[in-house]
């Protein structure tokens, strides 16, 4: 081939190449199939070049690489018991493809339209980046970080810790709230406040008192006011909006006002200026709240929040519906997960594999588990035979990386046993098999077609309730299966999000559990050492069993007694 | 049929269907991205059609189960890739007139010749992977970084120092070199049965 043309595919390739030579090779490649084809060959080296540096730079060792391959190669069709597992293939079981599969089962999340499953009001959407794969994206300005007794009025939005706070109003009545814009500013807001978050870097105050402390990075921060603009151009700065009076006073560093009487004015450090209203001696910063004052006000509330739970805890235990009750938030011993509850030592779980010890929701005092990695998990057993069940779990989710992230699976998913799991959508499914001597088809991705399985079952989901934009906050869960009124029931932070009938034909009135686990799904297929990859990404500090069915009061007064700071 | 989807059969059926897509896309979409990129001048508009192919690909997903009840996977990604080739025609077609774009005969001729070795998507990577092992450490580091994602030579040349001249020879010969590695371990698998 002619090398003439070599070098313009390269200069092609890089993107060097001048309108004239492209046409050049665009006329060469109409007649030329060779060139063509080294063209071809060229592009697939570079697309699997880069595959390669991506795999690379998400997995720099070797032997981590291997060891995510090995455990996500769950090439056993009886992993389709229930439902299919995730398209498990030995060869991108890796970054890319974890990538690439988020990434398309998000924008494939725009087809559950179909479905009505999606939430319109979500925050995250999919993508197109400049780059080699689409990503989700949050729409959001800022994040609510911390919060102190905050009162929010009846009619407004809420927002829980940790949430990403969209364009729009934030009004709440009193308490502190502590906000950090994208861009790097940081707000503490003291109540009676409202403010309308407009974008990275600005944000209007119609009430409030507060302080905002921009990094150099964050310089140009924009902070809004009826009167005038006030633009940061360093530092620290505090702020005071009343009805009839705007104060500004500068703690350290320099901003400019724009607009109103003062337009164009710089002021520097200890320099304060009216913007309305009668000039006032006293200070703006007197009794402002500064970060290590919200520091230790969020401890000591966050540590009150425990001892609270502690006694609701304690005296959970002398329920008798109660069949186990993990307080893994009061601590573990050793690698044992005591069962709490008046069943005692016999249910205690046993904890398996790399599982994580971290904060629990109530801060550095209390502990949960993290179940990150795939071989993490709690082991139980708890035999007996039951007539209801509710479980309650607090958990902290960082991501739902696999099809199904497990929360309480019963081990073989035998006659009456449990599962208990959130899809990668974000739904909540329970589901207890039936007659696991039935027969009942599903679509395989293992072996691409229809197959048969044992088991007569059926899956209880709710609509969507998390996204990536929940990563990192805590969720009170609940289902709720009641044979008696067969009804299952489900609950997200104490509230009902779905209720459905029980079938005539799977319908069922004694429950077991036997073998089981906590934040994953051990040993369902005995006979083989592969296991289907469920564990969950993210931290669990409390679960509960009951033995009844609870009713909606009862999981909402479980929530309010149990419920973490700033919710 | 013992299943659990009696209570709502269209919702189930739908369900199954796109359970079905999701699996089948999850499994090729490397394969039909590569084929969007050699029938597009540049990275850019890659995502775009991917994801307009995508949509397009579930839209008519139901057509082409029961056209093609017994269709291996080898079939899906021929399918999908007519449609990636008709939607990277239409992106090329409206962005002609602010960029580089291949005329409508040369993208025939590309998708025809990208189709010859479209299912060898997995073989060529192991095949770059073995080859790659072969280099020095250095031409390795360097032809891996410059396809990272987000990275090119100007940029690399630019913050390394070096003359972007230097480094683009220096690339190409890297490349060509892996090339002709990697046509070989091809040609002896193929070989080989």
Not at chain 1, 340 to 365: C, K, N, S, W
Not at chain 1, 461 to 466: G, K, L, N, V
Not at chain 2, 81 to 94: E, G, L, N, T
Not at chain 2, 143 to 149: A, G, N, T
Request: charged residues 25%.
């Amino acid at each position: 081939m002619d090398d003439k043309y070599r070098r313009l595919i390269d200069q092609l390739v890089n993107q060097t190449i001048s309108k004239e030579d492209f046409d050049r090779l665009q006329d060469a490649f109409e007649h030329d199939a060779d060139l063509r084809r080294e063209y071809v060959a060229l592009l697939g080296l570079c697309e699997s070049l880069g595959e390669i540096a991506l795999e690379d730079a998400a997995f720099p060792v070797d032997s981590e690489r291997k060891t995510t391959t090995a455990t996500t190669r769950s090439n056993d069709t009886s992993a389709s018991h229930e439902t299919p597992t995730a398209p498990a293939r030995p060869r991108f079981t890796s970054m890319r493809f974890a990538i690439a599969a988020t990434a398309w089962f998000l924008l494939i999340g725009s087809f559950a339209f179909w479905l009505g499953q999606w939430n319109q009001s979500r925050l995250v959407e999919d993508m197109v980046t400049d780059g080699e794969t689409s990503e989700s994206r949050i729409a959001g300005h800022a994040t609510l970080r911390r919060m102190v007794s905050l009162q929010w009025p009846d009619d407004s939005k809420r927002y829980l810790t940790g949430d990403v706070l969209p364009n729009g109003p934030l009004v709440f009545d009193s308490g502190l709230a502590e906000i950090d814009f994208f861009c790097g500013a940081t707000l503490i807001v003291e109540g009676p406040a409202s403010l309308e978050i407009e974008s990275d870097w600005s944000v209007f105050v119609s009430a409030g008192r507060l302080r905002a402390s921009v990094p150099p990075a964050a310089r140009g921060f924009v902070l809004k006011t009826v009167e005038s603009e006030i633009i940061d151009l360093g530092t620290e700065f505090a702020v005071e909006v009343k009805t009839d009076n705007v104060r500004v006073e500068v703690i350290d560093g320099e901003v400019a006002l724009r607009g109103g009487e003062h337009d164009g004015k710089h002021l520097v450090t200890g320099e304060s200026a009216s913007l309305k209203g009668t000039p006032s001696d006293t200070s703006v910063i007197e009794g402002l709240s500064t970060m290590i004052e919200l520091d230790q006000r969020h401890q000591e509330a966050e540590a009150d929040g425990y001892r609270r739970w502690i006694e609701h805890s304690t005296e959970l235990r002398s329920d008798d519906r109660m069949i186990a009750h993990f307080a893994i938030a009061e601590g573990i011993r050793e690698r044992i997960v005591p069962n709490a509850a008046l069943t005692g030592q016999r249910f205690d779980g046993l904890m398996v594999g790399p599982v994580g010890i971290t904060d629990g929701r109530f801060g550095p005092e209390s502990l949960g588990l993290e179940f990150d990695r795939p071989g993490s998990r709690v082991r139980t057993r708890i035999d007996g035979e039951f007539q209801a069940f509710t479980f309650t779990c607090w958990v902290r989710i960082d991501s739902l990386k696999h099809r199904y992230n497990a929360l309480f699976m019963g081990d073989g998913y035998e006659t009456g046993e449990p599962h208990w799991q959130i899809r990668d959508d974000g739904s909540l499914m329970f589901s207890v098999m039936v007659d696991d001597t039935q027969q009942s088809e599903h679509f395989s991705e293992i072996d691409q077609q229809m197959v048969q399985t044992a088991g007569l079952h059926r899956l209880y989901y709710t609509e969507p309730f998390w996204d990536i934009s929940n990563s990192g906050q805590w969720f009170h869960l609940a289902a709720v299966y009641d044979p008696a009124n067969r009804r299952v029931s489900q609950y997200v932070n104490g509230k009902q999000v779905a209720s459905e009938a029980i079938p005539d034909r799977f319908h069922i009135t004694t429950l077991r559990i036997g073998a089981a686990e906590i934040g994953n799904w051990g040993q369902p297929f005995r006979e083989t050492p592969w296991f289907a990859v469920r564990n969950l990404d993210g931290t669990i500090d409390e679960l509960t069993i009951f033995n009844a069915a609870l009713s909606e009061e009862e999981v909402g007064h479980l929530y309010e007694r149990g419920k973490p700071l700033g919710y | 049929m013992d299943s659990p989807e009696q209570a709502h059969p269209s919702r189930m059926t739908r369900e199954r269907l796109y359970d079905a897509y999701v699996a089948l896309l999850a499994r090729h979409d490397l394969a039909i991205r590569r084929f969007v990129r050699m029938l597009l001048p540049s990275q850019d508009g890659v995502d775009d059609v991917m994801q307009e192919t995508a949509l397009e690909c579930w839209k008519k997903f139901g057509e082409f189960q029961s056209d093609e009840p017994d269709a291996d996977a080898d079939e899906f990604v021929r399918w999908a890739c007519v449609i990636a080739r008709y939607k990277s025609m239409s992106w090329q077609r409206d962005k002609s007139r602010d960029r580089l774009v291949f005329r409508e005969s040369v993208i025939e001729q590309l998708s025809s010749t990208a189709l010859e070795t479209v299912n060898q998507q997995e073989q060529q990577r192991n095949a770059v992977e073995a080859c790659l092992a072969d280099l020095p450490p250095d031409q390795r580091r360097l032809v891996l970084s410059v396809h990272s994602p987000n990275e090119s030579i100007a940029r690399i040349a630019n913050e390394s120092g070096q003359k972007a001249r230097r480094l683009y020879s220096k690339v190409n010969r890297i490349r060509s070199l892996l090339l002709v590695c990697v046509e070989r371990r091809l040609a002896a698998e193929a070989g080989n049965g």
